[in-house]
Every structure is written in C-alpha cells, then in structure tokens.
C-alpha cells in the first residue's frame, strides 16, 4: 500500500493539496482585505451578522489549518507517506468545507441585498473575489472526492504529532524536546493541549480587539476570549477526528460524550450570535445592547445544547 501511495497516488495527492493551498491563499487574501481594511468593509455585503459570524470563525483557523499543511509536505517523502498523504487529504477537505461555509455566507449576504445602499464599485470586485474563491473550492471539492479514502482498519501509524517532532529534531536548540516521552504525554493530554492553544489564540485574538477596537467592557472580553476558545477547541477536535493530528488512546464513553457536548455547544453559541437580533426578539421588544444580555444568551444557548448532546451520546456509547 505504501508504495503504491508512493507510485501511482502520490502525485495526485500532492496536487490536490497543493490546490487546497492555493484555495487558502486566495481565501485569506480577500478575507483579511474585507474585514481589516475600513473602507472596504464599509462596502461589504457580509460586513455585519449572520454572515459576519462565519468570516470571523475561519479567517483564523483557515490560515492556521493551511501554514500546518504546508508544513507537513516539508516530511512528503519521509516514512508513513501512505498514512501522511491521505491525512493531509483529509485536512484539505476540513479546509474547503471551512470556505465553503464561509463563502456560502457571503453568497447569502449577496443574495438578500444586505447592506445594499453601501454597495459600489469596490463591492463589485470583492464579489468578482468571491467568485473566484468558489470557483477554486468546487473545483477543490471535486478532487477531493476522488482522492478521499477511509481510514485504514488498523488505525493510523503516523500522525501529525509526530511529524511536527520529527521537524523540531531537526532545529538546533529544542531538539532535546522532541523525545517519544513528550509526544507520548501529548498523545494521553490531547484535549488539554488543544484546549490551551485555543485559549492562547483567543486571547491573541481578544487582544487585537481591545487594541483596534478600543474593547473596554470586561464582560465583552471575557466572553469574547470564551467564545473563540470554545470556537477553537471544537475545530481542534473535529479536524482530529476528520484528518488524524494526534493519535490518540481509546477514550471512555464519557469522554466522548463530553467532547461531543463542547461540539455541540459551541455550534449553539454561534448560531446564538449569528441570529442574536432574531432571538432576543422572540423573547423581549427590547434591542440587545449589553455586553451581558449577549453573554447570557448565547451561552445560554450552548449550555442547554450542550447538556442535551452529553445525554444523547452517553446513551449511545458503541458509537465514536
């Protein structure tokens, strides 16, 4: 199987990825231009929520998810090709489905005329942009089912977690970290270690606001920090799932039950946002204007979510 990888698929793995690549580029490229530049956000279709919400969750992780891709191609022909090729694969696809999502939005914001009154020349070009980035992603979409495999029966052999070791032996200074011991405690604390970088990345995040945004309300960054943790942490555990980063030690019924909650949750709590109007207008004639209102109503949400995804899975320990 290996060498067959190697021979026959290899190739075409890589140009998949590779596209996948391109995709993100192009994606962040028009992404960051929309959102960090005044003028053109001032014109953007998707400048406000719902479709807000989807840009803000993956202008981030698409970047992050791609600069790992790339750097894993660096090891394409080191040991585990079969195993490291169709991981990357499967990335690529968590990848396009994140700018699918995204684009889908931004397409909807289009259709509906959202903001129509701001719209000009440079709102034609930023949907000119946004076509292209389509365009990429079907076709992206098409390889992919091509090239899309099923996990060998017997589990992965190589992760990721291992090739980003086997990267840190080569740089001079933290080699001695990059031991088996290591990424063996790695592997055991995998949620506790994704959950970490995703509060580091939310607070990085948070920080950009407070500075650029002037954010002084400590209820707004408090929430705020927990949202994008949680955010974070979800697409760290359904990547996992889907493209193999860590791999991991059989986990309980109630761990999973757990980490399925946080999925769910957090799907809750971006809803809550994205369609906050629309559902603090079911229950009050009042507009929601406070940091903590926004809070107890888009946690709200993800708690009661949460609770009710725990008890599905816990009733369904065979599966996961």
């Known amino acids: 199987m290996e060498e067959f990888i190697a021979g026959e698929r290899a190739p075409r793995a890589r140009s998949v990825i ?30 406000g929520d719902p479709y807000d919400t989807a840009v803000s969750l993956t202008q981030f992780t698409v970047p992050v998810l791609a600069v ?85 029966a017997e589990g992965w052999r190589y992760d990721w977690l291992g090739d980003l070791f086997l990267l840190a032996a080569r740089v001079p200074g933290i080699r001695r970290c990059a031991n088996r011991d290591c990424a063996a405690w ?7 270690v994704f959950a970490a970088l995703s509060a580091l990345a939310g607070a990085l995040e948070v920080s950009g606001m407070i500075i650029g945004e002037q954010w002084r309300d400590p209820v707004l960054i408090s929430w705020a920090i927990l949202v994008i943790t949680a955010a974070d942490l979800s697409c760290c555990l359904v990547g996992n799932a889907v493209a193999g980063f860590v791999a991991r030690p059989a ?24 369609f906050r109007d629309q559902i603090w207008g079911l229950f009050t004639r009042q507009p929601l204007n406070s940091a ?29």
């Open 18 to 47: 590779v596209l996948g690549l391109v995709t993100a580029a192009v994606f962040e490229w028009c992404t960051v231009l929309a959102t960090q530049d005044k003028p053109v956000r001032a014109v953007s279709p998707w400048q």
């Open 68 to 152: 790992l891709i790339a750097l894993r191609l660096l090891l394409w022909r080191a040991a585990g090709q079969s195993d490291r090729a169709q991981q990357l694969i499967r990335a690529v696809a968590v990848l396009a489905a994140m700018v699918a999502l995204t684009a889908g939005a931004e397409w909807a914001a289009v259709a509906v005329g959202a903001h129509r009154a701001s719209w000009n020349w440079m709102t034609v070009l930023l949907i000119a942009a946004l076509a292209v980035v389509s365009a990429l992603t079907v076709l992206l979409a098409a390889l992919l089912v091509r090239a899309f495999r099923s996990p060998p």
């Open 292 to 320: 903590g209102s926004l809070a107890g109503l888009t946690l709200g949400a993800g708690a009661v979510v949460a609770a009710a995804t725990a008890v599905v899975a816990s009733r369904r320990p065979g599966h996961g």
């Open 186 to 192: 790695v592997r055991l604390h995998a949620v506790s």
């Open 251 to 274: 986990r309980s019924p109630g761990q999973r039950a757990v980490e399925r909650a946080v999925v769910g949750g957090t799907v809750a709590v971006l809803l809550a946002l994205a």
